[in-house]
């Protein structure tokens, strides 16, 4: 389940690719749902493990910005882990972060700023 924490760090995040006017969208995947909700969302593709947010903005190297948020001392589930995996496979950068300020490093290694 998803922490206040983390929400908070995401919704720092958010603010800030907004204010670049970054081209990116959110993943809703965590968090407590009613069974009914949960078996709709997977009906029409809600995937387990999938990043927090995605970059649509290539850059030299790759095709996309997968970014999963996590707290000082979370940790990637195993799903995570195997969709980490897959998107850089395919061709996708995918970053873990805990703060803002490692957002805005892995943006600027990533070249968007």
Known sequence: MRSQEEHLIQKSIVKY????????????NGGARHLMIAKKLKAEGVKRGVADLFIYQASK?????????????????????????LAQLAGYKYELVRSLDD???VLKNYGII
């Open 103 to 105: 957002t805005i490093n």
């Open 17 to 28: 690719l907004d204010w670049l006017n970054i081209n990116y969208f959110a993943i809703p």
């Open 61 to 85: 190297e790759y095709h996309g910005l997968f970014i999963e948020v996590k707290t000082a001392k979370g940790t990637q589930s195993p799903y995570q882990k195997d969709f980490q995996k």
